[in-house]
Nanobody
Framework: QVQLVESGGGLVQPGGSLRLSCAASGSIFRLYDMGWYRQAPGKQRELVAS???????NYADSVKGRFTISRDNARNTVYLQMNSLKPEDTADYYC?????????????WGQGTQVTVSS
């Protein structure tokens, strides 16, 4: 079973930057379309950036021009570079396959990494 471990979150001032990393186990990571999702307090989880196995990239309108997703298949890792952060970017961030991995009757999610944008 795939395991996902997110890291790189923290507290940052508006306008600042963070780089999130997600390490995935498994030898076929390179075949997966991957995404970064976020869930703000009281809101549903949303997909903010995705990258296919072939390198096609899409962003949610709310992060376009500020966030950059990338992947390193040799390291089984996907990244999210976040620039010009805004308070509304505050959320728990998760990586997952796009669509998410299933496990049992639901979806599998890692522990996520918390991003707080505040002065």
């Amino acid at each position: 079973q795939v395991q996902l471990v997110e890291s790189g979150g923290g507290l940052v001032q508006p306008g600042g930057s963070l780089r999130l990393s997600c390490a995935a186990s498994g030898s076929i990571f390179r075949l997966y379309d991957m995404g970064w999702y976020r869930q703000a307090p009281g809101k549903q989880r949303e997909l903010v950036a995705s990258i296919t196995s072939g390198g096609w990239i899409n962003y949610a309108d709310s992060v376009k021009g500020r966030f950059t997703i990338s992947r390193d298949n040799a390291r089984n890792t996907v990244y999210l570079q976040m620039n010009s952060l805004k308070p509304e970017d505050t959320a728990d961030y998760y990586c997952n396959r796009n669509p998410p991995f299933t496990r049992g009757t639901g979806h599998y999610w890692g522990q996520g990494t918390q991003v707080t944008v505040s002065s």
